[in-house]
């Protein structure tokens, strides 16, 4: 029993396409149950991310480069997302902050 090269270039793409499925799921478990805002932000960026690496790995599966440049594309609007949400969580914080101060002076 011989092994080739595309045997098993297939087998590990095919595997992966497993892996990254299920890696999927679970960030979008912890998205929907996530008990904070940082939680969701965290499991959305890490959807995003795992979403690049399927890109990826069909570019290599279907033989097709173009697929890279859309990979490269989400992983650049993925960072921008990641750093609006964290803008956004910081901005939230803030606002909640001087309330949750003043109810602690006044006893």
Known sequence: MTIDDGSVLTLAVDAAFVFLTVAILLAF?????GPSLPDRVVALDLIT????AFCALFAIA???PAFLDVAIALALVAFLATIALARFAERRKAQTAPAADSARAEP
């Open 29 to 33: 478990i912890r998205l929907v149950r």
């Open 62 to 64: 279907s033989d097709q």
């Open 49 to 52: 991310i795992l979403a690049v």
